[in-house]
């Protein structure tokens, strides 16, 4: 069945740090793929989102390009800030719809 | 424009006690869902509605959960009787497509 696999946390960085999380999938078809962030307490919240191969989500400085020929959706920004502290989930809508499918989500934290 | 709302934020129940918790979607959402996030298994899809009718409920756990959407605007998930193991955070989501789906702050339960 589809699935999404994220690269284990904690993440420890400085700020002004460069960040990458790895997200892969498996999936059937041509699934929408996305990430979204938890500040503590909070719900979930959309971050970006790119629903074709080679399409390139970006929102509040952080980018992530759908690769199909890897199956990955790879979360980056440049410069993390100490306010990106959070849970960080890629999760993947099947081509059907109808469901979320999350990966078990990456905690950071950014140290001033 | 108002979020996903869901009620109560928190909850405390005993051991054996019905709990109710309750969803308002976005207006002009179609589809709804319920999720349930713990530590040991992250976040769980239970069940979600399109157009108020259920469409997969594949993941509520066993006879004791049930959901129902009277109409557009309000959801309940109810839990009777209520054990330790459903402690949780239990979060509604709506959508208008589907597929990119936004969610609400979430109900701590606690069982005791």
Same mark, same amino acid.
């Given at each position: 069945?589809?699935?999404?696999?994220?690269?284990?946390?904690?993440?420890?960085?400085?700020?002004?740090? %460069?960040?990458?999380?790895?997200?892969?999938?498996?999936?059937?078809?041509?699934? =929408?793929?996305?990430?979204?962030?938890?500040?503590?307490?909070?719900?979930?919240?959309?971050?970006?989102?790119?629903?074709?191969?080679?399409?390139?989500?970006?929102?509040?400085?952080?980018?992530?390009?759908?690769?199909?020929?890897?199956?990955? %959706?790879?979360?980056?920004?440049?410069?993390?800030?100490?306010?990106?502290?959070?849970?960080?989930?890629?999760?993947?809508?099947? =081509?059907?719809?109808?469901?979320?499918? %999350?990966?078990?989500?990456?905690?950071? =934290?950014?140290?001033? | 424009?108002?979020?996903?709302?869901?009620?109560?934020?928190?909850?405390? $129940?005993? !051991?054996?006690?019905?709990? $109710?918790?309750?969803? @308002?979607?976005?207006?002009?959402?179609?589809?709804?869902?319920?999720?349930?996030? $713990? !530590?040991?298994?992250?976040?769980?899809?239970?069940?979600?509605? #399109? #157009?108020?009718?259920?469409?997969?409920?594949?993941?509520?756990?066993?006879?004791?959960?049930?959901? @129902?959407?009277? #109409?557009?605007?309000?959801?309940?998930? @109810?839990?009777?009787?209520?054990?330790?193991?459903?402690?949780?955070?239990?979060?509604?989501?709506?959508?208008? $497509?589907?597929?990119?789906?936004?969610?609400?702050?979430?109900?701590?339960?606690?069982?005791?």
């Amino acid at each position: 069945g589809d699935s999404v696999t994220q690269m284990e946390g904690p993440v420890t960085l400085s700020e002004e740090a %460069f960040l990458t999380i790895n997200c892969t999938y498996t999936a059937t078809g041509y699934p =929408s793929l996305f990430w979204y962030v938890q500040y503590p307490g909070e719900g979930l919240q959309l971050l970006l989102k790119a629903t074709k191969a080679d399409d390139k989500g970006s929102n509040k400085g952080f980018e992530a390009t759908y690769r199909k020929e890897t199956t990955s %959706f790879h979360l980056e920004k440049g410069s993390v800030q100490v306010s990106d502290s959070a849970v960080y989930f890629c999760a993947l809508s099947p =081509s059907q719809g109808g469901k979320l499918i %999350f990966g078990q989500g990456t905690e950071l =934290s950014v140290k001033p | 424009d108002a979020g996903v709302i869901q009620s109560p934020r928190h909850e405390v $129940t005993e !051991m054996g006690q019905e709990v $109710t918790l309750r969803c @308002k979607p976005i207006s002009g959402h179609d589809y709804l869902f319920w999720y349930r996030q $713990t !530590m040991m298994r992250g976040l769980e899809l239970l069940i979600y509605f #399109n #157009n108020n009718v259920p469409i997969d409920d594949s993941g509520m756990p066993e006879d004791r959960f049930s959901a @129902k959407m009277p #109409n557009a605007s309000f959801s309940t998930l @109810k839990i009777q009787p209520s054990e330790p193991r459903d402690s949780a955070v239990y979060f509604c989501a709506s959508s208008f $497509t589907g597929i990119e789906q936004y969610f609400g702050p979430g109900t701590r339960l606690t069982v005791t």
